[in-house]
Each structure stands twice: as C-alpha cells, then as structure tokens.
C-alpha cells in the first residue's frame, strides 16, 4: 500500500509492511527534457525463529563478567522475553543491536547466524567458530583475533551496503576467517586496521559478491603495511 513508505528529505523511509510504488517526473523545460521514472519497494518484516536471541544492553558475551542483557524470542507467542546470557554453544540466532564485546571463547551451533543490526557492534576478541556472520546498513563486526573462524562448508560473512567488517587482528590470506564465502555488497566497507603480509591470493581467497567484484569500499585505517595482491593477480572494487 502507498502508506508503506514515506518520502523525506530524499530519503525514502519504510514505516509498514507492503509495497509501493514511486514515480518521479520531470517536465521538460528550458534546461531538462521530459521524463519519468518509476521505482517499486517493498517493505518486509524481520521473520524470526523459536530460540532466537537480540541484546537489550551493552556488555560482554559469553560469561557473566560485565555481561550483556538479552531477550528470547518465544515462537509459540510471537514475542519476547528477557532471558538469561544465551550459552556460548547458542543455538538460536544472536541479533546485535547494542555494543557486545567477546569475553571468552565460543562456538554457536551450526547454522547460528550473528547478525550485526544498525547501531550495533560486535567485536570478537577470542577463538571462535562461526557460521554466518550478517552486517546490516549501520552495522560493525569487528574481527580483534587470529583464531575467529569461519566453518568451511556454508559459512558466510555478509556485509550489507553501509554495514563494516573491521579487521583487527594479525590475519594472514590462509587466515581461517577467509573460510567459507563472502559478499561484500555495494557499499559496504572491510577497513583494515591490522593485518599480516598478502591480502588477496592468486587466485583469490575472497569470493566476489552478486556483482562479481570482491569489495565494496576497502579502507586502510592502521599503520600496518600490507601487500594487496601477489604476483599477476587483479583487484576489482564496486
């Protein structure tokens, strides 16, 4: 329906579920021809699962020490109930809306998604296994240690369009964190901060994205010296 989205300042906001369509004309003039054009968007609900977990507060994770404050979701109600820390072997997806910070090791079940929301921050300190890892616009995961790990067969690091995959941590091209896959979609950042010798390898480690480059935005915010590519090996950015 038309009252799914408003139009703001140039921003198009969503505010219901629904779609809708927009066109914009342009009269012609002395300065512009004639024109129009027409855009659909659609306005979709998060769909969550029985188990699942999101963060009330700020904190570490996993541990009780300075820990964070979650909520579960309850399936057979369709709401939330605030709940204790979910374990380190949690099985339900994690939704990050606040600033979590590892306090110790961990290992989700397989499938678990981590999912990075706008305004939050997750940054893993410690040796970790994961599955998927999904930033959404606004979003940072931070990778602050060597032994982040992502499965071999379906793991996926997923970085939306103004989402950021911070790498700080002595990471190496055979790093496990490069595991998996990637897509690091239009507009979205990998911003280095620290790393270790040859980003790319020949041929690369790094899958492209759905327009087959393998970045968005590549930022270099440390001091570290790296070598980007190894011998006859090409870079493409979107």
């Not at 296994?129 to 996926?156: C, D, M, P, Q, R």
């Not at 690091?157 to 950021?164: D, N």
């Amino acid at each position: 329906p038309a009252g799914s989205v408003t139009l703001t300042g140039g921003n198009v906001n969503g505010i219901a579920t629904g779609t809708a369509t927009l066109t914009v004309n342009q009269v012609a003039d002395g300065n512009y021809t004639a024109g129009s054009a027409t855009v659909t968007v659609n306005v979709t609900t998060v769909v969550y699962n029985d188990g699942d977990y999101r963060t009330l507060t700020s904190g570490n994770w996993p541990g009780a020490t300075g820990a964070a404050t979650w909520e579960r979701y309850d399936g057979s109600t369709t709401t939330w109930i605030q709940n204790s820390t979910p374990s380190s072997s949690a099985v339900g997806n994690l939704y990050i809306l606040h600033t979590i910070t590892s306090n110790g090791s961990f290992a989700p079940a397989s499938g678990t998604k981590i999912i990075v929301e706008n305004g939050g921050k997750f940054t893993d300190n410690h040796s970790s296994t994961l599955s998927l890892i999904h930033v959404k616009n606004g979003g940072t995961f931070e990778v602050g240690a060597t032994g982040v790990t992502l499965v071999t067969t379906g793991g996926v690091k997923l970085i939306e369009s103004g989402g950021t995959l911070l790498i700080n941590a002595a990471l190496t091209n055979t790093s496990t964190f490069w595991r998996g896959s990637e897509n690091f979609q239009e507009g979205s950042i990998v911003d280095f901060r620290n790393y270790s010798g040859t980003l790319l390898d020949n041929p690369s480690q790094i899958s492209t994205n759905t327009n087959n480059y393998l970045f968005g935005n590549l930022k270099f915010s440390g001091t570290t010296a790296i070598s980007l590519i190894g011998t006859n090996s090409v870079i493409d950015f979107n």
